[in-house]
């Protein structure tokens, strides 16, 4: 069966610091990625998505960045943070049906 | 541009009650619709999946509708518990493998 990991599940960073976050997914192959934010009293909303490794597709202008190093391994990553990059950020997958399943989440707060 | 409403955004039910909860939306071209789950602080659990060439999808107490024409889709819980407290999100794809447009969801509290 698959499954998503996310880590860390909670994260407090100071405003300007960097980021890194991860993603993986075991028991299948060539998945496509996503991850996605919540912030407070706002929808889930997509930062990014990939169909193959280094093939990355940005939805919305900001301050982070995604990467696909492997096939199921999936990165999201900021050089300084700001207030609003607060929020859930949830990772997801798909294949062939495009069901979506998704992570765990981690909880990033910016001082 | 696609946009989802759901209505309501918080709904309070004694436990034993069927509902429904409503999810619209603007372009009736897409490609298929999934609701979640999430309960406090946790990730989406996906609950049922229709492809856009279908009606309806069931999962033992859930029965999920689509009528692309009109633009809406329904989750019918049947006799609620308490353990069905939790958020429940609509969102759909446009096209195959791109993101998925989300609702701001319907908070469910059921009581016992």
């Known amino acids: 069966s698959q499954t998503i990991h996310q880590w860390p599940a909670t994260l407090v960073q100071p405003v300007g610091s960097p980021l890194s976050l991860e993603c993986t997914v075991e028991?299948?192959?060539?998945?496509?990625l996503y991850w996605y934010r919540q912030a407070a009293g706002r929808g889930l909303q997509l930062l990014f998505y990939?169909?193959?490794?280094?093939?990355i597709s940005s939805e919305v202008p900001q301050n982070l960045s995604a990467s696909r190093p492997q096939d199921r391994q999936f990165i999201l990553s900021s050089k300084k943070l700001l207030l609003s990059d607060s929020g859930f950020y949830l990772c997801?997958?798909?294949?062939?049906?495009?069901?979506?399943?998704f992570g765990p989440g981690t909880r990033l707060t910016v001082t | 541009k696609q946009e989802v409403t759901q209505i309501p955004a918080a709904l309070s039910v004694p436990e034993g009650e069927n509902l429904v909860l409503n999810c619209s939306f603007t372009d009736s071209a897409i490609y298929n619709l999934q609701w979640f789950r999430q309960d406090p602080g946790k990730g989406l659990t996906s609950l049922l999946l229709i492809q856009s060439s279908q009606r309806e999808q069931t999962s033992g107490r859930l029965n999920a509708s689509l009528d692309k024409s009109s633009g809406r889709s329904t989750l019918y819980i049947a006799a609620s518990q308490p353990g069905d407290s939790a958020t429940y999100l609509c969102?759909?794809?446009?096209?195959?493998?791109?993101?998925?447009?989300f609702g701001k969801g319907t908070t469910l509290s059921v009581s016992s």
């Open positions: 990939s169909v193959g490794i280094g093939q």
């Open positions: 969102a759909l794809a446009n096209q195959a493998g791109t993101a998925l447009i």
């Open positions: 028991g299948t192959s060539n998945p496509n």
């Open positions: 997801a997958w798909s294949r062939t049906s495009y069901e979506q399943y």
